[in-house]
């Protein structure tokens, strides 16, 4: 049974802070590549971030400077902190688990985060 569970959505204001975590099970975690993902109402679903199992990481650009990606392999853990955000930052917001040599992908159920005044 694979499961992936996202937390800590909500609703905050611009220029706040977020930081939303997603407990993963049932994979070798370590063998993943993690990534957030988001889609906001009437626009397709983008890459947020990327972090492989070395911590090596990638950034959208309109996240760089602001959000930071981490993972703890011991919590099977991947973070989302997410700093000054902005109106456009608003979307719902999944995990991602990919496995480069098997090709294979899993998703947790979204949590929506909202930045409004």
């Known amino acids: 049974q694979v499961q992936l569970v996202e937390s800590g959505g909500g609703l905050v204001q611009p220029g706040g802070s977020l930081r939303l975590s997603c407990t993963t099970s049932?994979?070798?975690?370590?063998?993943?590549?993690m990534g957030w993902y988001r889609q906001a109402p009437g626009k397709q679903r983008e890459l947020v971030a990327t972090i492989n199992s070395s911590g090596s990481t990638n950034y959208a650009d309109s996240v760089k400077g602001r959000f930071t990606i981490s993972r703890d392999n011991a919590k099977n853990t991947v973070y989302l902190q997410m700093n000054s955000l902005k109106s456009e930052d608003t979307a719902g917001y999944s995990c991602n688990a990919h496995h480069p040599v098997w090709r294979t992908n899993y998703w947790g159920q979204g949590t929506q985060v909202t930045v409004s005044s």
């Open positions: 049932g994979i070798i975690f370590g063998a993943y590549v």
